[in-house]
């Protein structure tokens, strides 16, 4: 009741009266009023939601004061030295390898940023799982790496905290947490009953409160010190956990608790009432009903328990396994059901069994830096690890729970100090391994592999979620992670029956996704579930094991080795007595996943190489190895059978696993193990066995015949070929890979490096992808001493990024340098690492390209052969394969068959013959007694060769062999020898085999019977005595033959006569080779160089072989030279039968067929380049006059057009009018320019800013709205361009076509439903020759040339005349156009143009849509075009000729259209400039109508603007005297201006001075034409009346420090008028194809001058800029006259009126944003920035490189009526064109229209390259050319043309 009347209290007095009562020494009526209190205030029955109860609990833990003070207070008593920030997915951290000690190491960026990491190696990522902060933790990092504020320990040094400010926290927050415990019990529901949302629903009411528990974690090390106190106190969970005996809520929910712990064990409840000595079933699941042994100690042989049959017939699955637990004491904390004892326990329970809620796991991780809870927190989690597993497999969103529970467990376990304390104290390795084969016991099915009905084996079924979903992968990435602990992995190794469990979990994948091959139907479903097969051996096999493999690496460690290989060889023998394995494979099926071969093959490898064990003492005895041997290589003889399309009906997922299985993750977890296990096995058996037995797997024995036809039971003929070659390659691979043999870890990184650059060059990230990595992940670097670095400078030169004309960009590359082509380039390499077939051809490509190049051999190289490293002595026994009677035959019969052209023998088959030749030369075994006396073995059946020796063998002549051939075959019709004697009956059986017999020494028709042979040896060494092996000869294949429909014909035994010998064969074949007889002369052995030979075809490998082997024997170096002296041409090939005859016609056939399409392909090709170089900015010199549309036009009578659709030539004309193919484009390029030289900068701190007032366009703008408040609208619109932003920029591909044509074009494009980059609604298209876009055509106008002659002529009337006649041309209005289709084309260009931009940008007049606005656009869209192409030219005309955007041009086009549309306006003649230009016009009667208002005075109108106004609207053509004169009336304006405008910055003593010296010169002769003269006019005349002079006097004074020199005065008027000559030349260049000359920037304005026509003398030295006037009357009346109009301005300021009087004339050219060079500045100022308009940070931030705003990429929240804010912007800002930079991609989009593309990153690392979405993180730096490059494309417009891949971005960006 003491509560009740707290409750109505003022919360904190209450709370300081509480806490005063606890500070006293009797406290206990305190704690009994809290006690009540918190009772009321936490009741567990009221909703959650309510905040009044955290607010009591804040008031309380504050003690009265108020809660934002306290926290300050208690942070300041932060002792904490670690940061350990958390953080969730998403979020950016760095990581730097030099400074972790774990992998896992990372950083917050803030700790990054304020450590020293330069030069080290370290990466920005988003966390996928989150994590976080190890700055402070020496464990996980070195503390060189911490930062400034964890270097320090400024925690160590807080004072202690005084007792009372947390005593309120310590006695509130029990019944806190309690409370939130109490709301998740009563919130369970067993998910069976409950959906998802509903347990989301609890979590969303706690939300506050949890949040609660989080923001104290955050007030430092004092505050986590009470709560750890808390959650681990085992007597406050007692006390409260129950609650009091008479609150029954309380007991109710304690029920509800202990009822959801009942399954947290593995086993569930009812099962232990059996009894835990008895067999109990684990997994309710349905699963293998796998059995746990309790209790029982572990038996003591292995072998026993593992064999002991299972008799429960109700059981599907064979033989069941056996989990055992290593000892009766670790059982009950895995099996039991969950006891908890403290608050972190059940805290830990419950969020697991809400399946990790991201504020809980957030709130758990917040408190690890304090070690106490550390500890704890760590045992708990491994306590709970089972339960955890449970809950996993059955939850629906494994994927983010996956991610929550590793964010936790890498926090655990990277920590090697906790990892071990957990070993040591609670089993941690014995429950993982439990619980990982718990979990896979779940999905565990019989296998099928060998036999199929009988087999006892299980294996996990990879279409199961479990394994498809990659749902164990936290429990195994948690495994892998503990055993990088090397004391960790020192534990499992040393505890046996652990290993033992752990080669049982390895066993389930042994033989997992079993393939069978399918030979009728094609499969009706391909299934994916390989993915999952290779991504489990890979995470659940191969990673442990590297993990265990970093451990064995010393002599120490030798005894772990021995372990493991034993266990793993019973485990092998277990299995094959499980799928019933005898001694053949089954046929036409393959597993690629044999992990326990390959744990056996790895460990093996270790032992050798590092432990120094010896190789026998580890290996089983040669029975098992016959078998061992049998899968790998039936996987090797599978790889060639897929690769040779025998197993195309199983779908292209087979394919996929067979380059899976070479891929750069997995090949040195599987391929190269594979290999080496073989490898082991043919050093150890024997070896005529070993060959046969390869030979028989690849199904090519039947080839193996000199006979020219046979018959193949297994492979159709297409298939012989490539199994042959895919057996020979198999067998060089085998015996010449020496990864496992020999090789250190730097030749192992020097050749995988080498074999990956010959087959491409590759960019550097690409490289570290490829090179196969110890895939264990916390290797962190690749093995070995030298680096990669190192070793990549070493063999390859970096190519830096360039750019290619078509804009396409490169990224930096490795390519290999010229010595690594010459001596390392290793074929056997690349076919081994090849994923494509088609990279080992470029590989060879990129050879013979550098063979060529660099003059060592110009025609079709051979693989070079390449010499290998020493074998280890334990392999020597590899040799003997080369050494053996068997292979010898094989090459024999190889080298006669290629000889006499037998089908289906290739070159390659002899390249790979002649590479195994040689292998045997270049490894001799070491005794080399039996080298020249042949000594014969008694059981030896063959007398083929006399010995093993491939030396002696070589010269060995073979006379006769008996062969069974087809009774068709031509050898029949032969007679047979009459001396052979027919002993074939004892093989007669054996049909299909080459036979024959062997006389004591007669040595006539040999025979060779690989499969017998095979079986004898397998024979012998399994009954270990040679008599019996004698008889037994099992030709079981004969029996099982499987007979073919259509019986074919009888083979028949044939005796042929060879007499060669393996060395005259060779000689023969040199001669097939270089086609021509006697190519080796006798002698050619003594003239041999050898070095010549390393690089060449097939006939210096011939040449290298028989040289080799002439010195290494000298009876070889005889026989040669005999052959070479008596060697007869080869016998020509018959032809066999007609069906050869067709097929070599065929062949021909092909061919011919073949060069024809070259031809036509080489020609179509020429022509496309020869039109390319026309059409396309190639600078080539010749090329510009013929683009130049401009100037060839009107010289020609009547200029023809080709049309590019029908291809026909002929004259534009009325009725059929041609057109140019063009873009239209809105464009604020000229908008965006501004007057300083520097490019801004883009703002990087809140400090910095860009204005945009200096900009060009909103100069315009001032300028503009300033006019049209004091002058007459109409007058204002001509006195002004528009366009600088949103102006209409035209330009062409200068293809031309007819527009009807063009009309059905777009129709066809309209019907084709293929999808394009672009809209044919908008009109837009590719131009149908040269593919470039286009959205318009332009007529082009009839060209009617008669008048040429007459327009050129230079003229010789006199100025006033030329004024005159301009001015009646002004008055004569055009002929109105007729209606026709020209003129309608021109309307609908019009159009076109006026809907090319925004209205916005078309408007300016008061009244919209007015003629004088029409009439304003219409002028402005000629100009636009002028000055950017004055911009593209660089900014003058210096340069001369056409420049390259010249030639894209199509102003002379252009000007006609809007020519014929300016003439609908006519000026009114009394407000005709050209009358106010040209004449002294007496006053008016002063302005009658003052309401009026004035026309804009001369001085204030923009001169060009007013050029383009006359030739639009005077009469076309304009004749160029008329022009001319146009040009010269203006300039004097122009002067007049630059005049006036340069008074106004005088001081007013100088302008005095000035105005008093020219006065003197008004009366000279050529005043008119002296500046002083005009200048002291000008003074004088400005001062009268409203002064524009009295304006800021006092400030010019300040600026003008200088005194004004008449150089400097005619030096800036030069620069005042320049735009207007510029201007002017240009658009005569264009209307009259005058050349432009190109000059010195110091002469450029005279070189205008004369080309204008305004001097006619030539240029003297000193140019005075007066001298070009020609003042049609007098000068000073006409410059008096335009003062006036300035200074009788009665409304406007002084002011004003000088800003309209000086113009600003000169821009830069336009400029993107300055970017830093380091993106990392970039990426943090804007990366967590808020948007200016939605105040959010946006999720996809971008960045507008040409004005720096940040803008919300995809944003919905800043969308305006549907549009996106990239788009709006682009909009506004580019008028439809935009730059966008994304901020956490680091690449560049473009938004064009209704378009957009990537276009590419201008940032690149250290190595060249992008890193798009910044996965690397590497720190990246910008690439000017790059960035120049894409300015480059803005400023030009040719982003369309030059970027490909476009599309549509629905206004979604």
Not at 618 to 647: G, R, T, Y
């Amino acid at each position: 009741m003491m509560a009740a009347s707290l409750l109505r209290r003022d919360k904190k007095a209450t709370a300081a009266h509480l806490k005063a009562d606890l500070s006293r020494a009797d406290n206990s009526p305190g704690v009994r009023q809290l006690r009540e209190l918190l009772d009321s205030v936490l009741n567990p029955e009221k909703p959650a939601t309510d905040t009044e109860a955290l607010d009591w609990c804040k008031c309380l833990i504050a003690g009265g004061e108020g809660f934002d003070e306290f926290c300050k207070t208690v942070r300041s008593y932060d002792n904490a030295t670690l940061c350990g920030l958390v953080w969730t997915a998403n979020f950016v951290a760095y990581r730097c390898r030099a400074c972790g000690i774990s992998p896992c190491m990372s950083l917050c960026a803030e700790c990054f940023n304020n450590g020293d990491h330069t030069g080290h190696d370290f990466n920005m990522f988003r966390s996928q799982a989150g994590g976080a902060c190890d700055c402070g933790d020496a464990n996980v990092m070195r503390e060189s790496g911490f930062c400034r504020r964890h270097r320090l320990r400024t925690g160590e040094n807080v004072p202690s905290i005084p007792r009372d400010l947390l005593l309120m926290s310590e006695m509130v927050l029990p019944h806190f947490i309690l409370c939130i415990i109490q709301y998740l019990r009563d919130g369970y529901i067993e998910p069976d009953t409950s959906t998802e949302r509903d347990l989301q629903k609890v979590l969303q009411q706690l939300e506050p409160q949890i949040s609660f528990l989080e923001e104290l974690t955050k007030m430092g090390g004092a505050m986590r010190t009470v709560l750890t106190k808390i959650l681990t106190n085992q007597q406050t969970f007692k006390e409260l956990s129950m609650g009091q005996e008479e609150n029954l809520y309380a007991q109710k929910n304690y029920d509800k608790y202990l009822s959801a712990l009942q399954n947290s064990g593995l086993v569930s409840v009812e099962d232990k009432a059996q009894g835990a000595t008895a067999d109990v079933p684990v997994g309710a699941e349905g699963g293998a009903g796998a059995m746990v042994l309790l209790g029982t100690p572990a038996p003591e042989s292995p072998d026993e328990s593992s064999k002991e049959e299972d008799q429960d017939a109700g059981q599907s699955v064979g033989q069941r396994k056996r989990v055992k637990l290593s000892s009766s004491t670790k059982d009950s904390c895995i099996i039991e059901s969950l006891k908890h004892k403290c608050f972190l326990e059940e805290l830990l329970f419950w969020t697991i069994k809400y399946e990790f809620p991201q504020k809980m796991v957030t709130f758990l991780l917040n408190m690890l830096p304090d070690q106490d809870y550390k500890i704890t927190f760590t045992k708990t989690f491994v306590q709970h690890y089972a339960f955890i597993m449970k809950t996993l497999m059955k939850s629906h969103e494994s994927d983010t729970m996956s991610n929550r529970i590793v964010h936790i467990s890498v926090q655990l376990f990277s920590n090697e100090e906790l990892a071990r304390h957990v070993t040591e104290e609670c089993q941690l390795l014995d429950i993982m391994v439990t619980v990982l084969l718990y979990m896979m016991e779940s999905c565990l099915i019989k296998s099928e592999l060998q036999d199929e009905e009988n087999s006892r084996h299980v294996v996990v079924n990879c279409s199961e979620a479990l394994l498809k979903n990659n749902t164990y992968w936290p429990l195994v990435s948690d495994f892998i992670n503990i055993l990088s602990h090397q004391s960790v992995a020192k534990k499992f190794l040393e505890d046996h029956s652990l290993l033992m469990l752990w080669m049982s979990f390895v066993s389930f994948f042994q033989g997992m996704n079993l393939n069978k091959r399918e030979l009728n139907e094609h499969v009706e479903f391909e299934s994916q579930t390989y993915y999952a097969a290779f991504a489990a051996e890979l995470e659940a096999c191969a990673q442990p094991m590297w993990g265990l493999l970093t451990h064995c690496k010393v002599k120490e460690t030798q005894e772990y080795s021995k372990t493991v290989v034993r266990y793993c060889l019973e485990t092998l023998q277990i299995w094959f007595d499980a799928i019933g394995f005898i001694d053949e494979p089954a046929p036409n099926q393959v597993t690629f996943h044999l992990p326990l071969h390959r744990y056996y093959a790895m460990f093996l490898s270790k032992a050798v190489k590092c432990q120094g064990l010896d190789l026998d003492s580890l290996l089983p005895d040669q029975e098992m190895l016959m078998k061992i041997m049998v899968h790998p290589l039936q996987i090797q003889a599978s790889l060639s059978e897929i690769h040779s399309n025998m197993w195309v009906r199983n779908g292209l997922q087979i394919k996929g696993q067979a380059m899976t299985y070479v891929q750069s993750h997995f090949c040195n977890s599987m391929i190269d193990p594979d290999i080496y296990l073989l490898q082991v096995c043919a050093s150890r058996l024997d070896p005529d066995y070993f060959i046969s037995s390869v030979f028989e797997r690849f199904k090519v024995v039947d080839l193996l015949t000199m006979a020219s036809q046979h018959q193949n039971a297994v492979l159709d003929s297409e298939q012989e070929r490539p199994m042959l070659e895919g057996a020979l390659t198999f067998l060089v691979i085998l015996t010449s890979l020496r990864v496992h043999l020999g090789m250190t870890d730097d030749e192992i990184l020097r050749g995988e490096m080498v074999s990956q650059l010959c087959m491409n060059d590759r960019t550097h990230s690409a490289l570290l992808d490829l090179i196969p990595e110890n895939p264990n992940p916390k290797s962190g670097v690749v093995p070995g001493s030298c680096s990669f670095e190192e070793m990549l400078s070493a063999v390859a030169d970096f190519k830096a990024p360039v750019f290619e004309p078509g804009g396409s960009m490169q990224q930096g590359m490795y390519t290999p340098k010229a010595e690594v082509w010459e001596k390392e380039f290793d074929p056997i390499m690349v076919v081994l690492r090849t994923v494509y077939r088609r990279d080992v051809q470029s590989a060879m490509d990129r050879y013979s390209a550098f063979l060529k190049q660099s003059g060592i051999h110009t025609g079709n190289p051979w693989p070079p052969y390449k010499e290998r490293t020493a074998l280890h002595p334990c392999y020597k026994g590899l040799i003997k394969l080369l050494h053996c009677k068997t292979l010898h035959i094989v090459i024999f019969t190889l080298l006669y068959k290629i000889w006499m052209d037998h089908p289906n023998v290739s070159e390659h088959v002899l390249c790979m013959v002649l590479y195994l030749i040689e292998l045997g030369l270049d490894n001799q075994v070491q005794d080399n007694k039996e080298d020249e006396e042949p000594c014969i073995e008694e059981h030896c059946h063959d007398s083929w060769f006399p010995g093993t020796n491939l030396l002696s063998n070589l010269h060995h002549v073979i006379n006769f062999v008996r062969v069974r051939v087809p009774e068709t075959a031509p050898e029949v019709k032969r007679e047979a020898p009459p001396s052979t004697s027919t002993e074939a009956s004892s093989y007669g059986q054996n049909s299909r085999r080459l036979s024959g017999n062997w006389r004591e020494n007669l040595r006539e028709a040999q025979v060779f019977s690989l499969v017998a042979e095979r079986r004898r040896k397998f024979q012998e060494i399994i009954n270990r005595s040679n008599t019996e092996a004698a008889q037994v000869v099992r030709p079981k294949s004969s029996s099982t033959r499987w007979v073919p429909p259509g019986t074919p014909p009888q083979l028949v035994t044939e005796i042929l006569e060879i007499r060669e010998s393996m060395l005259s064969l060779l000689i023969k074949l040199h001669q097939k080779l270089s086609s021509k007889q006697n190519s080796l002369s006798a002698s050619w052995l003594e003239d041999m160089d050898a070095s010549r030979h390393a690089h060449g075809d097939g006939i210096t490998a011939i040449e290298r072989i028989l040289t080799k082997a002439a010195t290494r024997s000298c009876q070889i170096k005889r026989s040669i030279q005999d052959i070479c002296g008596k060697v007869s041409p080869p016998v020509p090939p018959k032809k066999n039968s007609p069906a050869d005859k067709k097929t070599m016609d065929k062949e021909e056939r092909r061919q011919r067929a073949r060069e024809r399409q070259q031809k036509l392909l080489a020609e179509f090709a020429s022509r496309q380049k020869s039109f390319m170089e026309t059409a396309m900015d190639v600078e080539s010199p010749d090329t510009e006059a013929a683009m130049d549309l401009g100037a060839s036009e009107v010289m020609e009578s009547e200029v023809l057009y080709d049309c590019v659709i029908c291809g026909q030539s002929g004259p534009s004309t009325e009725d059929r009018p041609t057109g140019l193919v063009v873009l239209l484009q809105a464009s604020s390029v000229l908008g965006h320019r501004c007057q300083s030289k520097a490019a801004k900068k883009l703002p990087t701190s809140d400090e910095e800013h860009i204005y945009a007032a200096d900009t060009c366009g909103v100069a315009h703008d001032v300028r503009l709205t300033l006019m049209q408040r004091f002058f007459k609208d109409s007058s204002c619109l001509q006195s002004v361009s528009i366009g600088w932003d949103g102006g209409v920029y035209v330009q062409t591909c200068g293809h031309t076509l007819h527009i009807d044509c063009h009309k059905s074009y777009m129709e066809s494009l309209r019907n084709d439903q293929v999808l394009q980059g672009f809209s044919v609604d908008k009109g837009e298209f590719t131009c149908p020759l040269c593919r470039q876009f286009a959205n318009s055509v332009l007529p082009c106008r009839p060209g009617r040339g008669t008048e040429a002659g007459a327009w050129h002529t230079p003229t010789s009337k006199k100025t006033f005349v030329l004024v005159k006649e301009v001015e009646d041309l002004q008055e004569k209005l055009g002929p109105f156009p007729t209606e026709s289709n020209l003129s309608k084309e021109m309307e609908l260009v019009i159009k076109d143009v006026k809907n090319t931009t925004q209205k916005k940008y078309m408007d300016y007049g008061k009244n919209p849509g007015s003629p004088d606005n029409d009439f304003l656009f219409m002028y402005s869209v000629a100009r636009t075009n002028l000055e950017l192409e004055l911009v593209h030219r660089g900014g003058n005309l210096c340069s001369g000729g056409a420049s390259a955007s010249a030639k894209r041009s199509c102003l002379n086009q252009l000007f006609h259209v809007l020519a014929m549309h300016m003439r609908l306006y006519s000026i009114d003649s009394a407000y005709n400039p050209w009358t106010r230009l040209t004449q002294v016009t007496q006053d008016r009667e002063a302005d009658g109508l003052d309401e009026e208002r004035p026309e804009v005075p001369m001085l204030f109108r923009d001169v060009p603007s007013l050029l383009i106004i006359f030739v639009l609207t005077m009469p076309q053509p304009l004749r160029k005297e008329h022009f001319s004169c146009v040009v010269k009336m203006l300039y004097n304006l122009q002067f007049t201006q630059a005049v006036a405008a340069l008074s106004t910055k005088f001081s007013p003593e100088e302008r005095q001075a000035w105005r008093a010296s020219g006065a003197l010169k008004k009366d000279l002769e050529n005043a008119d034409s002296s500046f002083e003269a005009l200048l002291s006019h000008v003074i004088e005349e400005l001062s009268k009346d409203k002064s524009v002079y009295k304006v800021n006097a006092e400030e010019t004074l300040m600026l003008s420090s200088s005194v004004w020199s008449p150089q400097s005065i005619e030096f800036s008027l030069q620069q005042l008028c320049l735009p207007f000559l510029r201007l002017s030349c240009l658009l005569q260049h264009h209307l009259y194809g005058d050349d432009l000359t190109g000059c010195l920037e110091e002469e450029e304005f005279t070189s205008l001058a004369v080309c204008l026509g305004l001097s006619t003398s030539a240029p003297s030295d000193i140019v005075h800029s007066a001298s070009y006037l020609n003042w049609a009357v007098g000068a000073f009346d006409l410059v008096t006259q335009w003062c006036a109009e300035v200074t009788g301005l009665s409304h406007m300021q002084a002011d004003q009126s000088l800003a309209l009087l000086v113009q600003e004339p000169q821009w830069t050219a336009p400029r993107l944003l300055q970017l830093p060079d380091n993106y990392n500045i970039i990426f943090q100022y804007y990366h967590r920035k808020a948007c200016s308009a939605c105040k959010k940070v946006p999720k996809d931030p971008a960045l507008c490189l040409v004005c720096g705003t940040f803008v919300c990429l995809k944003g919905v929240c800043c969308k305006q009526q549907g549009v996106c804010e990239c788009v709006l912007h682009s909009q506004h800002c580019g008028a439809a064109t935009g730059i966008f930079l994304l901020i956490n991609a680091s690449v560049i989009i473009i938004i064009r229209g209704h378009r957009f593309c990537l276009w590419g990153s201008v940032y690149l690392d250290a190595h060249g390259e992008e890193d798009r979405d910044l996965r690397r993180g590497k720190p990246l730096f910008l690439c000017e050319e790059r960035y120049r490059v894409l300015e480059q494309q803005w400023g030009s417009h040719t982003f369309d043309h030059i970027n490909k891949r476009w599309g549509p971005h629905y206004n979604g960006l």
